[in-house]
């Protein structure tokens, strides 16, 4: 069965970092598009960053770059999103999303175009 976990999450003051992770488990990553999404309350889920299986392609989204990097380790089977000079409007729960078929493009990651999904991870950033 294919599962996708987070961690990483947390509380975390204005200007610092956390690093989320989104570990596969039942299947090989390497061969898999990742997503990264988030939920904040009262809004819609919103397209973050993503990467492609290979790692050469990346995208973010206008309100993170600089600041976010995603980045992934086949060899530990995760992806990552390192989160910098973090602003209270990055308050939300974080997702992670994968497919086999899904390459990462200008267009930034589209929730239907991911199958496989994680339960999510909450990060607040608040003094």
């Known amino acids: 069965q294919l599962q996708l976990v987070e961690s990483g999450g947390g509380l975390v003051q204005p200007g610092g970092s956390l690093r989320l992770s989104c570990e596969a488990s039942?299947?090989?990553?390497?061969?898999?598009?990742i997503g990264w999404f988030r939920q904040a309350p009262g809004k819609e889920r919103e397209g973050v960053s993503c990467?492609?299986?290979?790692?050469?392609?990346?995208f973010y989204a206008d309100s993170v770059k600089g600041r976010f990097t995603i980045f992934r380790d086949n060899a530990k089977n995760t992806v990552y999103l390192q989160m910098n000079s973090l602003k209270s409007e990055d308050t939300a729960v974080y997702y992670c999303a994968a497919d086999e078929m899904y390459y990462c493009s200008d267009d930034g990651p589209r929730m239907p175009d991911f199958g496989s999904w994680g339960q999510g991870t909450q990060v607040t950033v608040s003094s």
């Open positions: 039942g299947f090989t990553l390497d061969s898999y598009g």
């Open positions: 990467i492609s299986s290979s790692g050469a392609s990346t």
